[in-house]
């Protein structure tokens, strides 16, 4: 069974830029759900996708958006990027949306904005 | 609103001590509580989970938590600790589908 993957591993972009990031979710998930974990800090929900539906929101802006896809794969996107976007971006896949189901997490997407 | 708090940043035990982490939580009604670990450089992985029941669980690599109504609690405690626990240790709690996650603490392990 392979677990969740993440890519890329490391990523360096500049103010103003746009990123996409892609996250792999485990064999027989169709729930995917994305952590911004700033340093030393807790990870903090962005949002959840549940069968290619948006399934909850944190409190972030709107430049940051995401796709699933039919295979429950899916993606983070950042629009006009500031240096407070520099975090560890986690995906973590689950059965379900549901609060017993388990979330399993990538390794995660190291984001630096210069 | 739903808040997950870890008093301590930083904690520093000696090989073969015990250990207990502590996590608090506010919370309107039975929480869902979770620990995790994560290594320099890891994702997060599962240590053990709190849905109801018995208010002692047990997890992977010899950690428990014991969840306390009264004291809004759900500590985490190794009896002996080896070298490679050290990491950090976040407490989370599941609300309306998703994961609200304390600051972190972060356990170093004197030999």
């Known amino acids: 069974e392979t677990g969740v993957t993440q890519s890329p591993t490391h990523l360096i972009k500049t103010r103003g830029q746009q990123v996409t990031l892609r996250c792999s979710s485990q064999?027989?998930?169709?729930?995917v759900s994305w952590y911004q974990q700033a340093l030393g800090q807790g990870p903090q929900f962005i949002f959840q996708y549940y069968r290619e539906e948006e399934n909850g929101r944190g409190n972030f802006p709107p430049r940051f958006s995401g796709l699933q896809f039919p295979n429950y794969s899916s993606e983070l996107n950042v629009n006009a990027l500031e240096l407070d976007d520099s975090a560890l971006y986690l995906c973590a896949s689950s059965r379900d949306p549901g609060e017993r189901d388990e979330q399993y997490f990538g390794p995660g997407t190291r984001l630096t904005v210069t | 609103a739903q808040s997950v708090t870890q008093p301590d940043i930083h904690i520093t035990v000696s090989e073969g001590a015990s250990l207990e982490l502590r996590c608090n939580y506010s919370?309107?009604?039975?929480?869902?509580l979770f620990w995790y670990v994560q290594s320099p450089g890891q994702g997060l992985q599962l240590l053990l989970k709190y849905f109801s029941g018995d208010t002692l669980v047990q997890g992977i690599k010899g950690f428990e938590a014991e969840f306390k109504r009264s004291q809004s609690s759900f500590n985490l405690r190794k009896p002996s600790v080896h070298w490679s626990d050290a990491a950090e240790y976040f407490c989370a709690a599941h609300g309306r589908g998703k994961l609200i996650f304390g600051q972190g603490t972060e356990l170093s392990v004197k030999p």
């Open positions: 064999s027989g998930h169709n729930t």
């Open positions: 919370y309107g009604a039975t929480p869902y």
